[in-house]
């Protein structure tokens, strides 16, 4: 018997798929997944991005900090050049010879040893969504996928006289007795970035032709952030990253690496891994220093990638200005050859729209800045419009 055949069946749309169930937010418990062989997919990062895990080394002159602090004017000019070279090509140095006490560094890796080695529901100050300090596993509430393979825990350190105590306070206030002792080593440890990080403003002034003072005066009372970055051991590195591609937003990073490599750069169209040295300090510029200097120096581009054997720590120190502080180049910095690169703003507005609009990328000056330059122009219509409708009435 013939198969009878009804032409409107043929028509008909098919009925449309359920819809896909609402994708639970992966914990990120370090103790279960580092032993994980199938990576959630919210960890696996799209080819084009994947990374690779043996790049070539990035092999350039450390700067000796040193030699700068010892003001031989012969060493300084030296030392400003060779900054300058780097900051203008990628945004990246490494310092040695820079004053730190190694024991302060050391400490302040023992503490993080003891924090991220407790098991997750031990951790506290975690972060809820919108929260910018405290402790975070992957950011798993925020974003659903290209998720990093890490877990932070930040928190806030300003130069200001009323602030002294500041991160010795959030350990003892927000994260309890038990972590008070941590809080004192982070203090200290934030007290000796602000200073090295205000020494090397007086490195970058001079680079930039605009003498020792001019940014070191402009970071006096900075508000800055400092994080905690471990990278626990994942049996796909291939698949993920610790931390995605990004320029970071802030000013100046000073970053401490362990001995286990990781991080890597981008420089000549290429990532370059860069070996550690745990005596020496990783420096990057950030994109608010790029928009300091009229875009001179790079906003550097970035990543770090994660193994199947070893946790890897990073402690990153993040400059900012004072939030309400106008981020605007020197005047000797522009001229009718080099015209404003960025418009004015403060790093609140910055900060803000990392946090609440867009996740911090390789784009994200320039996100910013055309997100700005359209609110500008709504204001100026707004403001022109009322002013008419006064005009007229
Ligand atoms: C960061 C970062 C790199 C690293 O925290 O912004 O880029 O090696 N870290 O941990
Ligand atoms: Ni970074």
């Keep these: 018997m013939p198969i009878e055949y009804f032409p409107t069946n043929l028509t008909m749309p098919p009925p449309p798929p359920p ?38 080394e990035l092999a350039i002159p450390p700067i000796d900090f040193g030699s700068f602090l010892s003001g031989d004017p012969l060493a300084v000019s030296r030392l400003a050049q060779q900054v300058h070279e780097a900051c203008e090509k990628h945004g990246f140095f490494v310092i040695v010879n820079h004053g730190v006490d190694p024991k302060l560094i050391a400490e302040a890796h023992e503490c993080m040893n003891k924090f991220f080695g407790k098991q997750l529901a031990e951790k506290p100050a975690q972060r809820k969504i919108g929260e910018q300090y405290g402790y975070a596993s992957s950011f798993t509430g925020r974003f659903s996928s290209k998720l990093p393979w890490k877990e932070t825990l930040s928190f806030r350190y300003c130069a200001d006289n009323q602030s002294s105590n500041i991160v010795q306070e959030y350990f003892l206030n927000v994260m309890g007795e038990e972590f008070e002792e941590f809080g004192k080593v982070y203090q200290e440890y934030c007290e000796a970035m602000n200073t090295l990080s205000l020494g ?6 001079v680079s930039l032709g605009v003498g020792h003072e001019y940014f070191r005066d402009f970071f006096q009372g900075n508000d800055s952030i400092m994080r905690l970055n471990y990278y626990p051991p994942c049996q796909k590195p291939d698949l993920t990253l610790g931390t995605g591609p990004h320029c970071d937003p802030t000013s100046l990073t000073i970053l401490h690496q362990d001995h286990v490599s990781g991080l890597q750069v981008f420089v ?76 004015d703003f403060t790093w609140s507005a910055l900060s803000e729209f990392t946090q609440k609009h867009y996740r911090a990328d390789m784009k994200t000056l320039d996100v910013f800045t055309t997100w700005l330059q359209q609110r500008n122009n709504r204001e100026d219509t707004k403001k022109y419009f009322s002013l008419l409708i006064r005009l007229i009435k």
Aim: proline share 14%.
């Design 268 to 343: 000549d169209e290429k990532w370059h891994s860069v070996t550690p040295d745990p005596e020496a300090f990783v420096v990057n510029i950030g994109d608010t220093f790029m928009a300091l200097s009229n875009g001179i120096f790079k906003s550097c581009l970035h990543r770090a990638v994660v193994n199947s054997v070893t946790v890897r720590k990073s402690l990153a120190f993040f400059l900012c200005p004072k939030m309400d502080k106008v981020v605007k180049p020197p005047n000797t910095l522009v001229d009718y050859k080099n015209p404003r690169v960025y418009p």
């Design 19 to 56: 819809p896909p169930p609402p994708q639970e937010p992966v914990v990120f418990d370090a103790s279960v997944l580092q032993h994980q062989a199938n990576l959630p997919s919210q960890f696996i990062w799209p080819d084009h991005e994947k990374p690779c895990l043996e790049p070539p």
């Design 200 to 205: 090397i403003m007086e490195l970058l002034g």
